[in-house]
């Protein structure tokens, strides 16, 4: 089993709690995106830069992922390829993407983009915090018992 980390937006207390449950279970991570990020040595971590092209590090992902694999992404689109493909995704907020939710979450994805486009709704999700961290913790725990 491989973790993909969407390296593009995932918070770095996330990235961190992955690679030390990952180092504890002897799982590999792979991390892409479309500029290098540090991350901690080791023969278990790998970081991928795609091209610069839009949605290259997403599509890297898709075209590598396999159905035994986690991905850690934000990204709902990136989140119903992987789905679609049988593996599960997990967003750093601590929301499992699987095939019972992706495509409610694809419709009130679509519904808060039009909602902003038509002025009606103009902030995105609130920052970042140690609950989110802790949702995630339980999901992401939870998804390797399973695969274990």
Known sequence: ???WIDNDGCPRKIREMVFKRCEQK???VKCVANRYAPNPPGGLIE???SSSDFDASDQYIV???DPKDIVITNDVLLADLIVSSGAVAVSPFGRLFDASS????LMMRNLNNEMRSAGVVTG???GFNQKDVQKFANVF????QEKI
């Open 141 to 144: 725990d939870r998804l390797i």
């Open 1 to 3: 089993m491989i973790v």
């Open 47 to 49: 970081m991928i830069v």
């Open 102 to 105: 992706i495509k409610e979450q």
């Open 124 to 126: 995105r999700q609130t």
């Open 26 to 28: 002897r799982f590999f």
């Open 63 to 65: 075209d590598h992922v």
